[in-house]
């Protein structure tokens, strides 16, 4: 006779779990935007984090809930729908945070904060570095199943160590100058941070990186639908703490040292400038340790999500060749100029972030709508109708036909419409009669 044994993680495989989770999600652009924003907001730091906090902490978070609570990514959270459709979305935002956009910035951004500066002549240092840089990241994806043990247990405590020696100088040094709010921030700075969420990729990212982390605890041995929400929600706390007081400290750094940078075009600048303030050289070593690391971490987890889904299309291509696809085409990728980089994602992620968060919430609450086949299929076509509209909009189209909805000046004009679809399918459920209990 057979005795079915359920697996259960240790307290350390927990903890490397969510210190995984936590690196996943902190790449170079979590590092770098919120300096800028907290100098740009001056005054009003406090509601432009929030905002930030919002879109970089709380989407991510309620992300990888959704994904636990479906019990998978994209394809268990649209099961109602025709399986084309999932499948559609999952390639869109696997292309966008793989190797079109999110993966490749990993590499550029670590080698512009990373390793440019102590260089006198980067001439083909760029093309160089972002090889050698994906060879490894190729590398680590190439064992999936170790994942949890180089990353979770290796690489990210160094990372947080280091970042809790920034966060303590910038939490209990003494602070230097405000600068006044900036116009940018002035007319509301909560929604002004809640946008600049948006370009950490988080909340696209928490689908796939759920899906991943389901993949990973099945190779531990974790099988019991049970189990893996329980280790998932774990880990999903502990990367949103870990981010949290990432953000804090760093919004903090960029407001109350206005004076070292005041025409700073991008956070990294800033952070620089107050490192080598604070720590001098050697400062200036541990932050481009510090980039390199998350930016490592980060390509990692997409190289190997994207991966993963993409060989499950497939019977053809298998997982590794998918790696090594993916890491020339970053490769390709990261050679571009960085401003052309952050032009191209603008339109994509405005037009693709409204279909991810309305996939996240009616996830959450798809137990409380009533004909949830047609509740999902209506909001993800007015999410995607809406989203596409803004896309447009971002690359300078006009659209003063829809000026009269809520939010359209801040690109938001997709929030009211898709919240009603969800509220009046819950308004059904809450209305329609209930059928009795059998006695």
Known sequence: MRHILTQRLTGADILGLGFMTFAFFLGAGNIIFPPLAGMLAGEQVSPAMAGFLTTAVGLPLLGLFAVAKAG??????????????????????????????????????????????FMQDSGNGQLYYSISFFLLAAGLSLYPGKLMDSIGKVLTPLLILLLLVLAASVLFGEPGTTAPTSERYAGGAYVQGFLEGYNTMDALASIMFGMLIIDLLKKKGIDQPGDQYRYLVIAALIAAAGLAVVYISLFLLGAGNAELVPAAENGGQILSAYVEQRFGFAGLLIL????????????????????????????????????????????????????????????????????????????????????????????????????LLEGYKATGGSLEALAFLPLFEVGLAWLAPTLAVLLLFMVLNWLSPKTAPAT
């Open 288 to 387: 481009a340790a510090v980039i390199m690391l998350a930016c490592l971490t980060t390509a990692v987890g997409l190289l190997s999500a994207c991966s993963d889904y993409f060989a499950s299309l497939t019977d053809q291509v298998g997982y590794s060749q998918f790696v090594v696809l993916n890491a020339v085409a970053c490769v390709l990728v990261a050679n571009l100029d960085l401003s052309e980089l952050i032009s191209l994602s603008i339109p994509l992620l405005v037009a693709v972030y409204p279909i991810a968060i309305a996939l996240i919430l009616f996830s959450l609450f798809a137990g409380q709508m009533a004909y949830p086949r047609q509740a999902l299929l209506l909001v993800l076509l007015v999410s995607a109708g809406f989203g």
């Open 72 to 117: 998978g990514g994209i394809p268990a959270m649209t099961w109602a729908l025709p399986a084309w459709i999932g499948v559609l979305i999952s390639v869109a935002i696997f292309i966008i945070i793989g190797p079109l956009i999110a993966a490749p910035r990993t590499a550029l951004v670590a080698f512009e904060l990373g390793v440019d500066p």
